[in-house]
């Protein structure tokens, strides 16, 4: 069975949707969402399998909802979507799946179908990747670590307080307290900070150098998170863990890096 989570703000799209979903046998709708916040909470609760989820919705918007989902426990996405042909070009470069509105019956069919293909962890962990990715390019700006590496591999070591980020023509700097966490996608990161996702190109062995062991912990063989933001914890199986950072977002500690969770449950 996959279970399915459909985001969108009104309320004859999402009903229309799931009434033509209701004719999969193999498909349990596991709850209807109508902003960007419930989507959040229902992911958390729920952890759908797939997710139909609108790219246009006001406040949150669909690309909100994913820069705030885990990277690893981030479900499948069919993006549903009124963009125009330019817009759709991206999902297309990104060899992410959409359904563009008004939704063909067709089209829908061929969308589960794919999604049923990618339900094995190989699969899905590529679909992650090529999400986090596509959430990268279209919402990030470049976070820069030349300077801090230097810094922090010196003779005289120092964790660096701020870090700077190029914006277009412009550079600025963020707090690195303010780093809630940072997963990888493939050859980028994504470095979540204060409500902002920056892109980072490098490995996460190197980010490991700059940052403070005293605040990051890895969690994952893709994920660090800053200590002093997780909430709670709840043991999943073979000894791992989730870990509630803030209302909306939890990351995976995996067993390999159980040997970090004194360090976790200090805070808490």
Partial sequence: MLRVLIVDDEELARRGLETRLEKYADIEICG????????LLAV???APDLLFLDVQMPGMDGFDVLRCLAGRNMPEVIFVTAYDEFALKAFDANALDYL????ND???RRAVERARRHADEMHAEEHRNKLLKFVCELTGRELTLDSALEAASGEHRAYPRRIAIRDGAETQCVDVKAIDWIDA??????VH???DTFVLRGTMKHLEGVLDPETFVRVHRSAIVNRHRVTAMRPHRNGEYFLQLGDATELKLSRKYK???ER?????
Avoid: F, S, T
């Fill in 259 to 261: 040997g970090n969770l």
């Fill in 100 to 103: 563009l509105k008004p939704i």
């Fill in 185 to 190: 996608a493939g050859d980028y990161m994504c």
């Fill in 32 to 39: 209807l969402a109508r902003n960007g916040r419930e989507a």
């Fill in 193 to 195: 900070a204060a409500g």
């Fill in 44 to 46: 958390r609760e729920q």
């Fill in 106 to 108: 067709e089209r829908l």
């Fill in 264 to 268: 976790l449950a200090d805070h808490i």
